[in-house]
T-cell receptor, first 111, second 117 residues
Framework: QKEVEQNSGPLSVPEGAIASLNCTYS??????FFWYRQYSGKSPELIMS????GDKEDGRFTAQLNKASQYVSLLIRDSQPSDSATYLC???????????FGSGTRLQVQP | DAGVIQSPRHEVTEMGQEVTLRCKPI?????LFWYRQTMMRGLELLIY????????DSGMPEDRFSAKMPNASFSTLKIQPSEPRDSAVYFC???????????????FGPGTRLTVL
């Protein structure tokens, strides 16, 4: 059974701070890693994908991947109240095209 | 480009009735996925198709659920008969054709909120 683990939160940070969201996965053959943002009552929205060890930056978002530790994280710099949402970590292996999702971390950015 | 389209957006039905959910994937996408999301179980994969062919239906909860993809632009998820425990948000997602980013990104539709009374 492939598992993706996330702390459910809520993670509360002040506006302008860095929010750090973490995810661990159990299947060592996992190759593709994604972060989705989901606002209440809305569908998941892809915000980051990462395939190689190291960091990947896109605007205020940085995804970090460490395959040896089976760990992926998302950093949000200069957090804004509009970043308040649930962040879902998702993992896929090369053979199976479907994603396995974590349960999500709820982020609250306090103005 | 239009995103993934789902209909209806909301469905309220009574136990025992047949429910059909519809999905139109993004044009050119070769994979289509059906997910279900509940508070208790999170986001779960039900079934996915590649080039209209079902590849993995191991997530379909029981025989009451069935899915079809008669062509590249349309898929249905049917529940017959429906039960209150089927109440959830059902999402359809499609995957882009392989590109420079290795092409596993999935894009979700707005979902169908199903309530079975």
């Amino acid at each position: 059974q492939k598992e993706v683990e996330q702390n459910s939160g809520p993670l509360s940070v002040p506006e302008g701070a860095i929010a750090s969201l973490n995810c661990t996965y159990s299947d060592r053959v996992s190759q593709s890693f994604f972060w989705y943002r989901q606002y209440s009552g809305k569908s998941p929205e892809l915000i980051m994908s990462i395939y190689s060890n190291g960091d990947k930056e896109d605007g205020r978002f940085t995804a970090q991947l460490n395959k040896a530790s089976q760990y992926v994280s998302l950093l949000i710099r200069d957090s804004q109240p509009s970043d308040s949402a649930t962040y879902l970590c998702a993992v896929a292996d090369t053979g199976r095209r479907a994603l396995t999702f974590g349960s999500g971390t709820r982020l609250q950015v306090q103005p | 480009d239009a995103g993934v389209i789902q209909s209806p957006r909301h469905e309220v039905t009574e136990m025992g009735q047949e429910v059909t959910l519809r999905c139109k994937p993004i044009s050119g996408h070769d994979y289509l996925f059906w997910y279900r999301q509940t508070m208790m179980r999170g986001l779960e994969l039900l079934i996915y198709f590649n080039n209209n062919v079902p590849i993995d239906d191991s997530g379909m909860p029981e025989d009451r659920f069935s899915a079809k993809m008669p062509n590249a632009s349309f898929s249905t998820l049917k529940i017959q008969p429906s039960e209150p425990r089927d109440s959830a948000v059902y999402f359809c997602a499609s995957r882009r054709v392989a590109g420079p980013s290795k092409g596993n990104e999935q894009f979700f539709g707005p979902g169908t909120r199903l309530t079975v009374l």
